[in-house]
């Protein structure tokens, strides 16, 4: 269970207990308060009545007496109102048996109601002549209390409603940082680093998030060095150092899976630049005009041999390679023929245009099915016969 809903639970249990606290005590104090005014209520009728019954000339006038008592009887709400003699003998009885039948029986049996008896002595001058006995009938008492409890149902139901609605959206703004904070963690596992500008008011929460903010941007220059050094490192494995190109471990890695029948991709064509007197260059002008002159072709090779998905290599000091899926001799010939014809201007650029150096430029075709080797093998036969053909010279051998 979340923090939240256990947050929510604890604060509803807690607002529950209160609520139901609080209504018990209200119809604890309206039920002792009903019951004292039964009693006061008895009391105060048999007292009235007594001295009412006194003042009738005739003790022996009963008719009288039950006049009273009836009007008494009809105007109020009794359970019973009874007159009897000194010997105890009744006189004259009036009872009330209505029942309470818009009250449940479960709510009568829960709060139980008392209605005291209260008794008053009839006199005729100083004698004594009976006794005079009310009892209040509880329905009245009840009513009030089955109405009390329902209003105190409505209200407290809709204190609760509100509270928790209002617990809700507080709980939902005061936990927002938690929510920030998992997506912060969740980025930083895409390679993603948040940082949670507006720190939330409550103190432990606006700590928290310093901490974690801290952590990603240490994280995030913990990553960022590793990742240039991974750079740096797959650079070193893969990467020619002067052209900037493939090397030949990872030429070889490439073509080993365009030659692989199972990976369904297109045929091509495969290109070669060989560099010829190279040495004798690097020998008369310095090494440092041999790796600008590689540099060079690499860069001439990139604008005349790219295209989607082409892999450009340096397979050695004087060579470099192209690997081009999906193309045609015929897309070839004229960009290999603008190569072979860009190094003499090269060469005047780096002011080495006495040197003997030359290129031979050839290029054959590629399957999947194939092994590497065979397929070498008639790119060095094609570049030997560009060689033969003479200085910057193209052959293709199909």
Same mark, same amino acid.
């Given at each position: 269970?979340?923090?939240?809903?256990?947050?929510?639970?604890?604060?509803?249990?807690?607002?529950?207990?209160?609520?139901?606290?609080?209504?018990?005590?209200?119809?604890?104090?309206?039920?002792?308060?009903?019951?004292?005014?039964?009693?006061?209520?008895?009391?105060?009728?048999?007292?009235?009545?007594?001295?009412?019954? $006194?003042?009738? %000339?005739?003790?022996?006038?009963? !008719?009288? *007496?039950?006049? @009273?008592? &009836?009007?008494?009887?009809?105007?109020?709400?009794?359970?019973?109102?009874?007159?009897?003699?000194?010997?105890?003998?009744?006189?004259?009885?009036?009872?009330?048996?209505?029942?309470?039948?818009?009250?449940?029986?479960?709510?009568?049996?829960?709060?139980?109601?008392?209605?005291?008896?209260?008794?008053?002595?009839?006199?005729?001058?100083?004698?004594?002549?009976?006794?005079?006995?009310?009892?209040?009938?509880?329905?009245?008492?009840?009513?009030?209390?089955?109405?009390?409890?329902?209003?105190?149902?409505?209200?407290?139901?809709?204190?609760?409603?509100?509270?928790?609605?209002?617990?809700?959206?507080?709980?939902?703004?005061?936990?927002?940082?938690?929510?920030?904070?998992?997506?912060?963690?969740?980025?930083?596992?895409?390679?993603?680093?948040?940082?949670?500008?507006?720190?939330? $008011?409550?103190? %432990?929460?606006?700590?928290?998030? !310093?901490? *974690?903010?801290? @952590?990603? &941007?240490?994280?995030?220059?913990?990553?960022?060095?590793?990742?240039?050094?991974?750079?740096?490192?797959?650079?070193?494995?893969?990467?020619?150092?002067?052209?900037?190109?493939?090397?030949?471990?990872?030429?070889?890695?490439?073509?080993?899976?365009?030659?692989?029948?199972?990976?369904?991709?297109?045929?091509?064509?495969?290109?070669?630049?060989?560099?010829?007197?190279?040495?004798?260059?690097?020998?008369?002008?310095?090494?440092?005009?041999?790796?600008?002159?590689?540099?060079?072709?690499?860069?001439?090779?990139?604008?005349?041999?790219?295209?989607?998905?082409?892999?450009?290599?340096?397979?050695?000091?004087?060579?470099?390679?192209?690997?081009?899926?999906?193309?045609?001799?015929?897309?070839?010939?004229?960009?290999?023929?603008?190569?072979?014809?860009?190094?003499?201007?090269?060469?005047?650029?780096?002011?080495?245009?006495?040197?003997?150096?030359?290129?031979?430029?050839?290029?054959?075709?590629?399957?999947?099915?194939?092994?590497?080797?065979?397929?070498?093998?008639?790119?060095?036969?094609?570049?030997?016969?560009?060689?033969?053909?003479?200085?910057?010279?193209?052959?293709?051998?199909?």
């Amino acid at each position: 269970m979340s923090l939240n809903k256990q947050m929510i639970l604890f604060i509803a249990t807690m607002v529950i207990i209160l609520l139901l606290g609080t209504f018990t005590l209200n119809l604890n104090n309206t039920k002792n308060f009903l019951q004292s005014q039964l009693e006061s209520h008895a009391q105060d009728t048999a007292t009235s009545l007594g001295l009412s019954l $006194s003042s009738i %000339e005739d003790p022996e006038d009963l !008719s009288s *007496m039950e006049t @009273m008592i &009836n009007a008494v009887f009809d105007r109020g709400y009794y359970e019973h109102i009874t007159l009897t003699d000194m010997e105890n003998t009744e006189l004259y009885s009036r009872e009330n048996a209505k029942s309470l039948d818009s009250i449940p029986d479960w709510f009568i049996n829960a709060i139980e109601l008392q209605a005291p008896e209260a008794q008053a002595l009839v006199q005729a001058g100083w004698i004594p002549v009976g006794t005079l006995s009310i009892q209040s009938h509880t329905g009245f008492a009840y009513k009030e209390l089955w109405k009390t409890a329902i209003n105190l149902l409505l209200w407290f139901a809709l204190a609760a409603l509100i509270a928790m609605a209002v617990i809700i959206y507080t709980l939902k703004i005061i936990l927002k940082p938690l929510k920030d904070m998992e997506k912060q963690a969740e980025a930083i596992v895409k390679k993603e680093y948040l940082i949670q500008d507006q720190l939330p $008011s409550t103190v %432990e929460f606006r700590q928290v998030v !310093s901490a *974690m903010n801290a @952590m990603v &941007n240490k994280l995030q220059t913990v990553f960022e060095r590793d990742a240039n050094s991974a750079e740096k490192l797959q650079k070193m494995a893969y990467q020619d150092s002067v052209t900037e190109l493939s090397n030949r471990r990872h030429f070889e890695m490439i073509v080993d899976t365009l030659l692989d029948p199972n990976e369904e991709l297109p045929e091509g064509i495969i290109c070669l630049i060989r560099v010829n007197e190279l040495k004798e260059l690097n020998d008369q002008f310095g090494y440092l005009v041999g790796d600008k002159l590689m540099k060079s072709l690499a860069d001439v090779m990139k604008q005349n041999l790219s295209c989607e998905q082409s892999l450009l290599a340096r397979l050695n000091g004087t060579e470099l390679v192209a690997v081009l899926p999906g193309m045609a001799a015929s897309q070839v010939n004229k960009p290999c023929q603008h190569i072979a014809d860009a190094l003499p201007g090269l060469l005047e650029d780096l002011q080495a245009k006495d040197a003997q150096t030359s290129i031979s430029v050839a290029y054959t075709n590629y399957q999947p099915g194939q092994s590497r080797g065979p397929v070498l093998g008639h790119l060095d036969f094609a570049v030997e016969q560009a060689e033969k053909l003479g200085d910057n010279s193209v052959y293709y051998y199909s």
